[in-house]
């Protein structure tokens, strides 16, 4: 899923996503494109990094 889609199912916005990568709190994959691409996975860790 692209950082949007995330954005929207943790309610947490995109730049505090950009920044738990930038603290390398998440790591998701990058497309050709440049784009991010996040796992299901990553839905918990941005709930556990939010507690």
Same mark, same amino acid.
């Given at each position: 899923?692209? !950082?949007?889609?995330?954005?929207?199912?943790? $309610?947490?916005? !995109? %730049? @505090? =996503? #950009?920044? /738990?990568? &930038?603290? #390398? =709190?998440?790591?998701?994959? #990058? =497309?050709?494109? $440049? /784009? %991010?691409? /996040? +796992?299901?996975? +990553? !839905?918990?860790?941005?709930?556990?990094? &939010? @507690?």
């Amino acid at each position: 899923m692209k !950082i949007s889609e995330l954005s929207k199912k943790t $309610g947490v916005s !995109i %730049r @505090s =996503l #950009r920044y /738990y990568e &930038q603290k #390398r =709190l998440l790591h998701p994959t #990058r =497309l050709k494109n $440049g /784009y %991010r691409e /996040y +796992d299901e996975s +990553d !839905i918990e860790n941005v709930k556990t990094v &939010q @507690s």
